[in-house]
């Protein structure tokens, strides 16, 4: 069963149809790309399935579940969502505590771990470290993220 998967997902501003009858399927732990010429409707497409946007027809399906029409603050609590192109970073922290922020952000009680030691969930700095890993950059998690390009 893939992990997400988009049915027929269209978006329509008025007469013009931005994202047109997308149909897709990504199984967990693959890596995909979404390329095409500025105006193709990438952007749009990332929107619908991060709920910034709301389908015109069509489905979002993750892990078995409809999500569209789902609030993207709930669709962010699931795992998904988006980066910009402009992105913003603490520079002084390392690239590490970077990511670990970002998995800070997913955690439940994520409250409350604004008040506790970051040492006290080792389990979201290992996360963190196997992100890393995946796109390659586990042997720079210590420099600081102003290194990075």
């Known amino acids: 069963m893939p992990l997400v998967r988009t049915e027929g997902l269209t978006k329509a501003f008025g007469a013009l149809t931005a994202v047109n009858a997308v149909t897709l399927e990504v199984q967990e732990g693959a890596l995909h790309s979404v390329i095409g010429p500025n105006g193709a409707g990438k952007t749009t497409f990332f ?3 991060t ?3 709301a389908p015109t027809a069509g489905r979002i399906v993750f892990d078995g579940r409809d999500i569209a029409g789902t ?3 709930k669709i962010a609590h699931l795992g998904i969502a988006r980066s910009f192109q402009r992105t913003s970073i603490f520079p002084t922290l390392s690239i590490a505590d970077n ?3 970002a998995a800070f952000a997913r955690h439940d009680s994520w409250r409350g771990l604004a008040w506790r030691r970051a040492d006290r969930y080792p389990e979201l700095l290992e996360r963190a470290l196997a992100a890393l890993g995946e796109v390659g950059l586990a042997d720079k998690a ?6 990075a390009s």
Not at 142 to 147: E, F, K, L, N, T
């Open 47 to 49: 929107n619908l399935l």
């Open 71 to 73: 609030p993207p603050h």
């Open 51 to 53: 709920g910034q946007l």
């Open 142 to 147: 210590g420099q600081p993220a102003r290194s």
């Open 99 to 101: 990511v670990w922020l």
